[in-house]
């Protein structure tokens, strides 16, 4: 399958800040999360995709063209911006009306597809009638994920749209999305809430400080993630015994040994050598092991990890 | 048996996700007239909200009260001169009634005759033109008084006895004298007050001000309140985006200045200033080419600084008010220079600038679209390849 976003060495700085650290990825058709904390780099990238920003350097193509001032490649593109801006002195038939026009939806059909956005987004029709000023959070996202729906984009850039969402809420954007994603959109979501990222998204692009530290499908990033550091519960009798004789053999980038209940926390250097000297090193050792325990493989604990 | 009971009605379905229009069935054909549409509507809808426009109205009664303040009524100046005639036919009474008491109708005949006179007066009376010399503007007012006086002398002749007349002339006499010495006290002149007002502090200040002000925050505001990306990431480019919210901000601003005029020259009509009727059509083909050059410059010193109003009063210390003013050609960079030469078309406008020469109506107009064009071009240019996000922003 062929690449709808395709990063090559992309930097953008803003003055001597970096948002973006030559960064190369690719993204294919589908769901794909971006993932990772504030200042990662995220809105920058984003804002390069739907064009409102330009790369300081390197090159950032979407459906193989470069966004910056494209009106062909805009009409491709939805885009559901972060916060809770919106025009405030209007109604959202209103503002989606306008925007409509400016998308170029035929006049005729304009009410009639601003109306069915409004219904697909779950926007109560009691809401319609009061200002987007006195709306409330959820009920702005809706009206801007509308927006971004209006003029059928094939890729749909979300820039943490469950923000401000009740549960109820978030379960029918992500079904929505889904639905989309089944009728050919590509989405691309970024997110802090990363347990629906998890279930909702194909593929996964962890960036921090600027780089992308990991980017593929869930099941690449967990295969990567075994040649990273990797914690360890151990339930042993003699916790410092053990912890000192790893680290003698280089094994451990670092361990806690838990005050209440004495479980050892092993922060492993490399996971894939570890585990082949792992037998070894515990006779050695001498040390009785009552339990062992790897943390869980959640996307949670892998953007964890490599953002830490 | 409880008979069996027939269904409620039918609640009203919620809306179903996935209920809009199949995918693949939108022709959307974007361009500069549908953008142009769109956000037209959401310029004026944006304005017309109950407390935009309530503001809005306060802000235009805020000038056309100031006039209504500052430009005395034809009517006041008259008074002013003749003073109130019940006050003389007291006076006059208190004189008469050392002759002996005055008859109740003989004070009622008395009284009709001053003040059938003063409103005689007050209505005939013209006011001197705008650009008559001083000298002959006081002797035209001395005629006028002059005519009062003898008509009312005319009058009281065949209304009193003889030796009441003679208390009425030497009455009459202090009277006219006291009356002529006001026409030398310098006196606001309405005319003048208004033309002021309306030309060099509304015309070559509040407006250009309005104006930067207004266009300048077309894209700042919407930069400030993060919804500047719903427009920037629509099918039109950069430059279509400029042009039709110059358009449409600028067309919103050009109705609500006419309306501000509107209510100007109405209130000018309400206090008597003379001659509105042969301004009015100059001073409106004016403001209708400055607005959009004042507007032009506005975006364009929007895009180029958050702090466009400060900008926008360098421009007019250096470039108005000093560039304008030096006597070469260079002085033609000055829009208020072409708008003065425009205005110079026009007698009762053009004895405010004292101009050399009153160069053709076109020549001015010219000048202010080429101003525009140039304005907008610049602004266009800049956005076509600056960044205007809310990250590059805090970078600068």
Same mark, same amino acid.
């Given at each position: 399958m062929s690449a709808i976003i395709q990063a090559v060495e992309l930097s953008r700085w803003y003055g001597i800040v970096? #948002? *973006? &650290?030559n960064v190369s990825f690719e993204v294919e058709a589908g769901l794909t999360g971006l993932v990772g904390p504030n200042g990662a780099g995220k809105s920058t990238l984003i804002s390069i995709i739907t064009g409102q920003l330009q790369p300081s350097s390197g090159v950032l193509t979407v459906f193989g063209e470069k966004p910056w001032n494209n009106p062909s490649l805009l009409r491709r593109i939805g885009y559901c911006p972060e916060g809770e801006a919106v025009a405030s002195e209007l109604r959202p038939l209103e503002w989606l009306r306008g925007l409509a026009f400016v998308s170029g939806i035929p006049a005729g059909e304009i009410e009639s597809r601003c109306e069915a956005m409004l219904d697909r987004v779950r926007l109560?029709?009691?809401?319609?009638?009061?200002? *987007?000023?006195?709306?409330s959070k959820g009920m702005k996202q809706r009206v801007k994920l509308a927006q971004g729906l209006l003029h059928e984009p094939e890729l749909l850039v979300l820039d943490e749209p469950m923000n401000g969402l009740d549960p109820m809420g978030r379960q029918e954007i992500a079904t929505m999305l889904k639905d989309l994603a089944a009728q050919g959109v590509s989405v691309v979501i970024s997110s802090h809430i990363l347990a629906e990222l998890e279930s909702l998204c194909k593929s996964i692009v962890v960036l921090n400080w600027g780089r992308v530290l990991a980017s593929g499908g869930q099941k690449e990033i967990r295969s990567d993630i075994k040649n990273w550091s990797e914690e360890l519960a151990v339930e042993c009798d003699e916790p410092e015994k053990l912890a000192r004789c790893l680290f003698d053999a280089g094994a451990l980038a670092g361990f806690d040994i838990d005050?209440? &209940? #004495?479980v050892l926390h092993l922060r492993v250097k490399d996971a894939g050598n570890f585990y082949t000297q792992w037998t070894e090193l515990l006779l050695r050792s001498g040390v009785t092991v009552q339990g062992i325990r790897s943390q869980s493989r959640s996307l949670k604990n892998i953007f964890d990890k490599v953002t830490a | 048996m409880t008979p069996p009971t027939s269904p409620p009605p039918p609640t009203a379905i919620p809306p179903v996700i996935?209920?809009?229009?199949?995918?693949?069935t939108l022709v959307a054909a974007p361009g500069l007239l549908a953008a142009l549409r769109g956000v037209w509507l959401l310029t004026w809808r944006r304005h017309c909200t109950a407390r935009s426009l309530t503001w809005t109205l306060v802000a235009m009664l805020g000038l056309p009260f100031v006039v209504y303040v500052s430009a005395v009524s034809h009517q006041s100046v008259v008074q002013q001169i003749l003073g109130y005639p019940e006050v003389d036919a007291r006076r006059l009474f208190y004189r008469m009634n050392r002759l002996g008491p005055l008859a109740p109708q003989d004070r009622a005949t008395i009284n009709s005759i001053f003040t059938n006179e003063y409103h005689r007066s007050v209505e005939a009376w013209k006011p001197p033109a705008t650009n008559a010399p001083v000298v002959e503007g006081m002797a035209g007012q001395l005629d006028q008084l002059s005519e009062w006086n003898r008509r009312l002398i005319s009058r009281m002749e065949d209304a009193v006895t003889p030796a009441q007349f003679r208390v009425f002339e030497q009455f009459q006499s202090r009277s006219y004298g006291e009356k002529a010495r006001t026409l030398n006290r310098p006196r606001w002149n309405p005319s003048d007050a208004f033309y002021n007002l309306l030309v060099q502090f509304y015309f070559f200040l509040v407006l250009p001000m309005v104006c930067a002000r207004s266009c300048g925050a077309i894209f700042r505001d919407e930069l400030q309140a993060e919804t500047l990306g719903f427009l920037l990431t629509r099918p039109v480019s950069r430059a279509a985006l400029v042009i039709v919210k110059y358009i449409s901000q600028t067309a919103w601003l050009s109705l609500l200045l006419l309306a501000q005029t509107a209510l100007l020259f109405l209130t000018g009509g309400i206090r008597g200033v003379p001659h509105l009727g042969g301004v009015a059509p100059i001073f409106v083909l004016g403001q209708f080419f400055a607005v959009p050059a004042w507007s032009a410059l506005g975006l364009l010193l929007g895009l180029i600084s958050n702090r466009y109003i400060a900008l926008a009063l360098v421009y007019g210390f250096v470039v108005e008010l000093g560039i304008g003013r030096i006597p070469t050609n260079i002085n033609t960079l000055s829009l208020m220079r072409h708008l003065k030469d425009l205005f110079a078309n026009n007698a009762d406008l053009a004895k405010l600038f004292d101009p050399a020469t009153t160069p053709a109506i076109w020549t001015p107009l010219a000048a202010m679209v080429i101003g525009t064009a140039v304005f907008l071009g610049l602004a266009v240019l800049l956005f076509m390849f600056r960044e205007y996000h809310v990250n590059a922003e805090m970078q600068r």
């Open positions: 970096m #948002g *973006l &650290n109560p029709r009691e809401a319609w009638r009061k200002r *987007l000023g006195q709306y005050p209440d &209940n #004495g | 996935g209920s809009a229009p199949p995918r693949g």
